[in-house]
C-alpha cells in the first residue's frame, strides 16, 4: 500500500483476481490461460485508475452526455449490476433509434453470479437478443464497462470462465447484423440503461419485463434528447 499509482492499483486488482481466478477453479473447474487473466486486469486497473483521476465537470466544461446514432443505425446501452453479498445481480438495456425515441427496452433479476462483468455481460446478451428479435441489421452497443468493450473486440475471454456467454454473444453478432460496433461510454451517456439495472433487482428470476417503461426512464430519455439539441 506505500506504493504509488498506477503501482498500487495494478498490485490490489492482480490479488483480487488471483482469489476470484481460484473460486473459479474451485467452483467451476476452469483454469483461464495466463494472458487472459493478465490481460483482464490491464483493463479493469486501468478502468479504476481513470475513474480515480478524472478531474470534476468544471464550470464552462461540457460533460459527456448519450449521442444519437446515425441515420439507419439503432444504439443499444446496456448496464449489469452485482450484489456481492447475495451473488445475485440485475440487468438493464434499451434501443433508440437516430431520433433518440426508445424502441424497445428492458430489465431483469440474475441469480448464482460470479462477478460484476459477469452481470455486464448477461445484460448485453439480453440488449443483443432483444435487437435480434426487432430485425435490427445496424446496431452500436454502449457500455460504460470497458472490460466487455475488450471481450467483445478481441478474444481475450473466450476461453475463460465466461466463455460460454462470449460465444452466444459473438454468435448472436455474427448472425444477426450487417454492421455492429461496441463503443465505450461513461456512467452520464448509460443513465437510462443503469437505472433500469436497478430496477432489474424488483423483479423475479427468470422474469423479463419489456413491455413497458418506468416514468423515470422517460425522464432520462428526455433529458439526452435536450443534451443532444
Known sequence: ?????????????????????????????RRRP???????????????LLQHTSKPTQVGQRKQVWRRPPNGVLKLNCDGSFLPSEKSGSWGCLIRDSDGDVVQAGRGKINNLLSAFQAELIACLQGIQMAASLGIGRLILATDAMEV?????????DASAVGHLMEEIKSLLSL????F???????????????????????????IISDSIPECISVIVANDLLANE
Do not use: D
Open 34 to 48: 495466463a494472458e487472459a487473466i493478465v490481460r483482464s486486469i490491464e483493463l479493469y486497473a486501468n478502468e479504476n
Open 1 to 29: 500500500m506505500s506504493q504509488r499509482e498506477p503501482k498500487r492499483e495494478s498490485m490490489v486488482v492482480t490479488l483480487w483476481f488471483i482469489w476470484s481466478e481460484r473460486n473459479c477453479i474451485r467452483e467451476e473447474g
Open 149 to 157: 468493450v475488450g471481450a467483445v473486440n478481441s478474444e481475450v475471454h
Open 181 to 207: 460496433e461496441c463503443v465505450f461510454g461513461s456512467r452520464s451517456c448509460n443513465e437510462a440503461a443503469h437505472v433500469l439495472a436497478k430496477l432489474g433487482h424488483m423483479c423475479t428470476e427468470g422474469e
Open 176 to 179: 444477426n447484423f450487417i454492421s
